[in-house]
């Protein structure tokens, strides 16, 4: 299906995601196994592509599903990605599946978010980490990074916030940097507002840190894992990450497994 488009729409784009990846006209011709004579062709507007090279630019540039729809829109073209909704029937053997590897994954906790942090789902130890967060953080639909450095939220029982909470930060502008995005650029203004200044020590590489969380029994120590749908050709789907906490020492797993019982 072929829809209008101002001729000049993609070129613009085209020549807007070649300059944020960096790469020359030369570059991704070989990526995109075109000419750059093409290519230059493409990002003046003198020619149109074809759906097909269109999608093997959006792919040879890294673009996500999202993107690589907003492209095709850019060129004239329907979205080629399909965006379910999670109560879809079709996608209940993902639900189904998030569900088990949740339920798996106790007695530490774990949670499924969309982009930016909104929470789809999680499992039954998640409350150790919004124990005391004011409810206003815990409606829907609720933020896990808000949540997570928040002043009425986690971050008053996190020994190391400087350091953790600019490990989140630093992984959000990361992704600002492959793909930009007005609403996320501003969400992490917010964030940055919630975390006290810190100059980095020297030596700092800016590495992952643990997460050191105060609770009744102590203190824990937490490292996270996250698993995203590598090859997922559904919007919704490769926008998901599942986040999962593991015990970095032996007396965090053993008060998490306490907790349990």
Known sequence: MTVLAEPEQFARELRRWRTRRRFSQLDLAIRADTTQRHLSFLEQGRSRPGRVMVVRLAESLGLSLRERNELL???????MYAE???DAPELGPVREALERILDGHLPYPAVVVRRHGELVAANAAFGVLHEGAAPALLEPPLNVLRLALHPEGMARR??????????ITGSLRDQLRQSPDPDLEEFIAELDGYLPDVDPPAGHLGFAVPLRLRVPEGELRLITTLTSFATAVDVTLSELRLEAFLPADEPTADILRRRAM
Do not use: I
């Open 73 to 79: 829109l850019a060129a004239g073209y329907a979205p």
């Open 84 to 86: 379910s909704s999670l």
């Open 158 to 167: 996190v020994e190391n916030l400087p350091e953790w909470g600019r490990h």
